[in-house]
């Protein structure tokens, strides 16, 4: 149980375009879904919180504008990167929680922009 | 503010060796530790939560163990797929997780 699934695996895009990543819970609803960031060799750095329903909660220095999070049901929340540029490169993963208990991950998405 | 320490950074083991990695924290709270393990390219997998001092969690080669300041991660016995990135996470009161940045373990066969 509690697994998280995500898509795409990898994406290479060019500069100036939008890329959506998808976040599924396949077999439990999940109250919140997060999404995070992580640079190599580097630690997870939360971009924002969302919630079934609702406006997502950003981390302080993301730009809401250049990250659209939409969480249109409890198994699903997607992460559009508008206007992508090589700076957006990066591993992008998400995660889902029930009720403040454990955080289950996805497997992440790379992002390449060229 | 809340904050999280793992160390070593990097720890190198022979197949079966027995070590521990350590998390240390300091938060406003604690509503749970986690202990993710994390491979390469890939999302970090849940591994335990521990709740309260004096909990103990077992599963395989793996114990984790929780104080009022600090958490241990035991791994007896180790074999190379074990290899991976051990990532230790408090969830402080009202808030979000905090990780800290990672345990990078190799075991060599």
């Known amino acids: 149980g509690a697994v998280v699934s995500q898509h795409p695996s990898r994406v290479i895009c060019k500069s100036g375009t939008s890329v959506k990543i998808e976040c599924r819970s396949l077999?439990?609803?999940?109250?919140?879904m997060f999404w995070y960031r992580q640079f190599p060799k580097q630690s997870l750095m939360l971009m924002a919180t969302?919630?079934?329903?609702?406006?997502?909660?950003?981390e302080q220095g993301v730009e809401k504008d250049k990250f659209l999070i939409n969480h249109a049901s409890l198994t699903l929340s997607t992460l559009t990167v508008t206007s992508a540029h090589p700076e957006d490169s990066s591993f992008y993963i998400c995660?889902?929680?029930?009720?403040?208990?454990?955080?289950?991950f996805g497997p992440g998405t790379r992002l390449l922009v060229l | 503010e809340d904050q999280v320490t793992q160390s070593p950074e990097a720890l190198r083991l022979q197949e079966g060796e027995s070590s521990s990695l350590n998390c240390s924290y300091t938060v406003s709270g604690l509503r749970g530790l986690f202990w993710y393990r994390q491979d390469p390219g890939k999302g970090p997998e849940f591994l335990f939560t521990l709740y309260s001092a004096g909990e103990e969690k077992e599963k395989e080669r793996l114990k984790a163990t929780l104080t009022k300041k600090e958490s241990f991660l035991h791994i007896t016995a180790p074999k190379p797929e074990d290899s991976a990135t051990y990532l230790c996470a408090v969830f402080p009161s009202g808030s979000r997780l905090t990780f800290g940045e990672g345990t990078q373990l190799t075991v060599n066969p």
């Open positions: 969302s919630n079934e329903g609702s406006k997502a909660t950003y």
């Open positions: 077999d439990f609803q999940a109250t919140t």
């Open positions: 995660s889902a929680q029930v009720l403040q208990e454990t955080q289950y």
